[in-house]
Structures are given as C-alpha cells and as structure tokens.
C-alpha cells in the first residue's frame, strides 16, 4: 500500500513538476523535471517527513519500486534495439560501430591518465585500482535520458541517426572494457593474475546476451502471427519484454566461469531481431511507445530519489569528481569528434554527437556494485565518486543533449498546430457535440 501511494505520488508530482516548468518558461526536457522531482521526494527533502506515501524516507523505500526501473531499462533497451533496422544501417552502420567503439575507449584512456596521476598526488585516498575501475566506469552513456529527450522533442535527422545506434553499442563497449579493467585492478590488488574473469568471462557474458535477445526476438515473432488484434499483439509485445528482463537476470556458474547476461544487451538484441524479421514491428513500437510513456516517467523519478546528496559532503570525493567528470567529457567529446571525422561523417555530427553521449545513470551504478568486491576503502570511493557524477551529469546531461539536437537541426520549433492542439480537440468535440443536439 505504501510503495503503491509512493510511486503514484512521485508520478503525479513529477508530471506537475513538467507544468510548472512550462509555466515558469523553463525550457527544461521533461527528464529533467522527473529527476528533480525524485530528489524532492527523496530521503533529503519530503522523504525527511516520513508521511506514509508521501516520497522516500530512505534509499531502501525507493528500491522496493526496482522492478519498476528495471522493467523501464527493459523497454527502453527495446525501442533503442529497434533502431537498428538494416536498411538504416546500411548507410551509418560503420560510422556508428567505429564512433561507439572509439569515443568509449578514449574516455577510458583519458580518466585513467587523469586519476593515476591524480593518485600520486592524494595516494591515501585514491588508489591505482580505483582509478583503473573509473576509467572503464566512464565508457557507460545512459541511454534512457537520451532516448527520452529523442521522444519528447520528436528529434529526427543526421546526428539521430547515429546516436541512437551508438548509445546502443555503448554498453556492449562499457561492458568489455569494464570487465578487462576490473580484471587487472582486481589482480593488482591480489597479486594474481585471474585470466577468466579479465577475458573468459566478459566475451561470454556480451555473447550469451545477444543469442537470448535474439531467441526471444525471434520467438516473439513467431508467436505474434498467431494474433490479429493490434491490442493481443501490443500484449504479447509487452509481456516479451517483461520476459526478457526476468530471464536476463538469471546468473549461474558452468566450472570456474560465471555466466550472467546484461539486461541492456540483452532487450536491444530482442528489439533488434523483432525490428528486423517482423513485418508490423514499426506499428507495434509506435503502440508500445504510448503505452510505456507513464512508465519511463517513473523510472527518471525513482532513478532521482536514489541520488545520494550526501556525496557532497566529502571534500576528497568532490575533487575526484570533478577530474572524473571534465576528462570523460573531453574523452567522450575529442573520440566522438575523432571517430566521426575519421569515417565522413557531416559537420554537424562531428561537432554536436560528443555533446549527446554525456548522460550516465543505471549502467555506471550497476558496475559500482562489481567494483564494491574491490574492498571496502575502494568500493565506498567509487561509489560515491559515480554518485556524484551520476548527480551532475543526469540532471545536466538532458540539458545538453536538447541544446545539441537543437542546434543539429534534429529538433525543430514547436508549431502552433501542435502548440494549440489541445484546444483544437475541445472545439472538435464541441462542434460534434451542437450537432448531435
């Protein structure tokens, strides 16, 4: 009963947030004011109150709704999969793999340099090993504030084209370097070297989440033919993706290798394949998009009630921070820049796609939980430092994102039509309305 009140509070305040932006003629995308929202009924703010369905009182209150945001990361991998249509790629599938590969290892390379140099200076508080773990952390974009920002201003263009394959691709690339670079902190630390986990492991794991997304995409098809209603088929859809997230969770050991799946890869695959072998896949995305819009909401508002303000408090995790944050920009920024030079992409491209490549949330976060099995010092330290700049770059992030899509051409001006649509609809209904009478 309380977690129920809780999210339908948090979803009626952070829809009430969006309005009061409009109101105050703060040009803000809608994900912006879910995350603001979450921090207000979060643990620091309404949560303090402790009244029963009225925001967080504590971290573990927002992580009751995690199947919500796990549900959420399910379709949001899903609609991104779907970009992914052969004959898009045709013309930007190289561009996309070579941008999504460089931009990711340059930001690794770049905090890496920053924080081992960082640690001869402030060697008490962080740590080669940490340094390593940040590096890798800061190949992860979140694709959800992306994909949301996308949606809201109906962006469409060159530099779209191509950011939405890359914050595909991203994960498979955070997910690899990730675990190459856990691998070797974990073995600086231990002295050993443990070839399993730096090389066996992360390929099974990218590869063992492709061939289930696959599977299930090409189930979900054969299944849907059997169906006629466009609301069956939007059902089956749905209860697919729900489906996927929960076998994606499942993790077991075969001998010394431990098998897990990435939920992320895993629902792109499925989206992937459906987009692909299903004729009406474009028609069913377009309904499940009406229907997960309520949903995605939530998820940026629970994701905001779990920022830890409390980070702040830490002058050595500040600084840290702020390192981590301006080089994985400059890394996200020069390799996108680079790559996308390199392959003949437009102008515009190469000056705007670094810009829309900063958001970081859920991914960064789930590699901080790995990185915690570095020992209680580093892992405490990595967290934190990535809650900080988790803080920064969701609530930033979004902004940046609409003023790069903007500035490509990709988003254009509200018309007065769609502006004025809500009272053309009145007036429809009351012109039906006198004539019936």
């Given amino acids: 009963m309380s ?20 109101y105050l003629h703060l040009n803000f995308p809608d994900v912006t004011a879910f ?19 009225l925001g967080f009182p504590t971290f573990a209150d927002a992580e009751k709704l995690s199947t919500i945001s796990n549900c959420a990361l399910g379709f ?22 070579v ?12 905090v890496d340099a920053a924080l081992i140099g960082l640690h001869f200076l402030m060697p008490d508080t962080l740590s080669i090993p940490a340094a390593i773990t940040l590096g890798a952390i800061a190949t992860a974009t979140a694709p959800a504030a992306t994909l949301m920002v996308v949606r809201q201003y109906k962006a469409r263009g060159k530099l779209t084209d191509i950011l939405l394959p890359v914050v595909a691709l991203d994960d498979a690339v955070g997910l690899a370097v990730f675990s190459v670079s856990f691998g070797i902190a974990s073995s600086l630390i231990s002295g050993h070297t443990d070839i399993i986990s730096i090389a066996v492991e992360p390929l099974i794991e990218i590869l063992c989440s492709l061939l289930l997304g696959a599977l299930m995409g090409w189930v979900l098809t054969q299944l849907e033919r059997t169906f006629f209603s466009n609301s069956n088929r939007l059902s089956l859809t749905i209860a697919f993706v729900l489906l996927t997230v929960a076998l994606s969770m499942v993790e077991f050991d075969i001998g010394p290798v431990h098998v897990a799946f990435s939920t992320l890869l895993v629902c792109m695959a499925l ?5 692909n072998i299903c004729p009406l896949a474009a028609d069913l995305m377009e309904r499940a998009d009406k229907w997960t819009a309520p ?3 939530l998820f940026f508002v629970i994701s905001g009630a779990e920022l830890d303000l409390s980070v702040f408090k830490a002058g050595a995790v500040i600084l840290v921070g702020i390192v981590y944050i301006l080089f994985r920009s400059g890394g996200k920024y020069i390799g996108a820049y680079a790559s996308c030079a390199a392959t003949g992409c437009e102008e515009k491209v ?16 789930g590699m901080c939980v790995t990185a915690a099995t570095l020992g209680d010092k580093d892992g405490a330290l990595i967290r934190n430092i990535v809650l900080f700049s988790v803080l920064i770059y969701e609530l930033v992030g979004p902004l940046l994102t609409k003023w790069a899509l903007t500035r490509s051409g990709d988003i254009q001006p ?24």
Avoid: H, W
Avoid at 91 to 97: F, N, T
């Fill in 76 to 97: 949001i991998a899903f609609s991104i999969g779907n970009e992914f249509c052969l004959n898009q790629l045709k013309s930007i599938g190289k561009q996309a793999v």
């Fill in 414 to 437: 509200m018309s007065l039509e769609v502006k004025n649509r809500r009272e053309q609809k009145l007036k429809e209904i009351k012109s039906r309305k006198t004539r019936r009478d």
């Fill in 3 to 22: 977690a129920l009140m809780s999210a339908a509070m948090a979803l009626l305040i952070g829809l009430l947030m969006t309005r009061l932006f409009k």
């Fill in 350 to 365: 190469k000056k705007y796609l670094g810009i829309t490549l900063l958001p970081q949330a859920g991914v960064a976060l």
């Fill in 271 to 275: 989206g992937t394949v459906f987009c």
């Fill in 295 to 297: 949903l995605f909401a």
């Fill in 35 to 53: 995350l603001l929202t979450g921090l207000l009924v979060g643990p620091f703010c309404l949560g303090r109150l402790n009244i029963p369905g």
């Fill in 99 to 110: 941008v999504g590969i460089v931009q990711g290892i340059t930001a690794a390379l770049l």
